[in-house]
């Protein structure tokens, strides 16, 4: 009898469904598993804004290196808060279908605020591409910074005199809590890969990487990689103010991006579409035209 394969994953309920989901699948094609539950730096400190601790990293790191030091087979992720720049010996085998990619608001005591423009509204997130976007559509309302896994922060959103927070919408319906959602935010573009899980195993592993491989969603793997390909293009982290979002209508993709200044002044829009079998470049190409139209001066000041 051969030995489970261990599933790394985070503690957090959203993450645990996550890594179930995957063991399910695998476990239809006759495979056992085990979960192996890793902390990460994200999880530990709920307190110091995502922005401020590296982006990206935060969330993954941990199980990286469990994966390395061959704790565990395989990690499964949010692909969002994946770096598109991996230098480790580890590669992605699967991207699950996607779920629904969409912001969505949750706003406990309605949304009347949002028709009444002399209102003093706080909306909370620790994402500057959801403030961005937000402010530039509501420019005189305050953004507060909010932490924790989905329902830690539903329950922040309860205790404090918040108007509202933005939640991704994949997430709260992954855990059967998308009753809470007040508003979809149809008009705020994603973040590159939202709603879209990924299985990574380590480089070398070719037994785990076939035996996952049959997991991947072709179309799905299309799109978000063509959205992190305008991401690593314009050398923007998960902490910068830059949305995109993919999809396939018919025999045509089509791409839609954003890269905003963070207090939500200024927005730099693009939408671009291709033939399906000629789009494999499409997410650098409408990086360097967001970037051309001033969108490299935004990058520029987030790293200083």
């Given amino acids: 009898m051969t030995n489970p394969i261990k599933i790394g994953t985070r503690d957090s309920e959203l993450a645990t469904w996550q890594a179930k989901t995957v063991a399910g699948l695998l476990k239809d094609q006759g495979i056992q598993t085990e979960i192996i539950f890793i902390k990460s730096e994200g999880d530990l400190d709920l307190t110091t804004p995502l922005t401020e601790m590296g982006g990206k990293g935060v969330f993954t790191k941990a ?150 491989r049959v997991l991947n969603h072709t179309e799905t793997e299309l799109c978000t990689g063509i959205e992190r390909d305008l991401l690593n293009e314009m050398e923007a982290g998960c902490s910068a103010p830059v949305g995109a979002f993919a999809w396939m209508d018919g025999d045509q993709l089509i791409l839609h991006a954003v890269a905003l200044k963070t207090d939500g002044s200024v927005q730099y829009d693009i939408e671009k579409s291709a033939p399906v079998e000629k789009a494999g470049n499409i997410g650098r190409e409408a990086a360097q035209a967001l970037l051309s139209q001033g969108a490299d001066r935004i990058i520029e000041d987030l790293k200083k």
């Fill in 63 to 212: 199980l990286d290196e469990a994966l390395i030091n061959k704790q565990i087979d395989l990690a499964v992720h949010s692909y969002k808060d994946l770096p598109t720049v991996n230098p480790l010996p580890l590669k992605i085998s699967a991207v699950l279908e996607r779920e629904d990619p969409r912001d969505a608001l949750v706003a406990p005591d309605g949304i009347e605020f949002l028709e009444d423009e002399t209102a003093e509204v706080v909306i909370a997130t620790g994402s500057n591409r959801r403030k961005a976007q937000w402010l530039h559509k509501y420019p005189n309302h305050t953004i507060t910074n909010i932490r924790g896994n989905v329902n830690t922060r539903l329950r922040k959103v309860n205790e404090n005199s918040w108007n509202g927070a933005i939640f991704a919408a994949a997430g709260l319906k992954r855990i059967n809590l998308d009753h809470h959602i007040t508003q979809y935010l149809d008009w705020m573009v994603p973040a590159p890969a939202q709603g879209a899980m990924a299985v990574m195993v380590r480089e070398n592993d070719h037994v785990n990487y076939e035996i996952t």
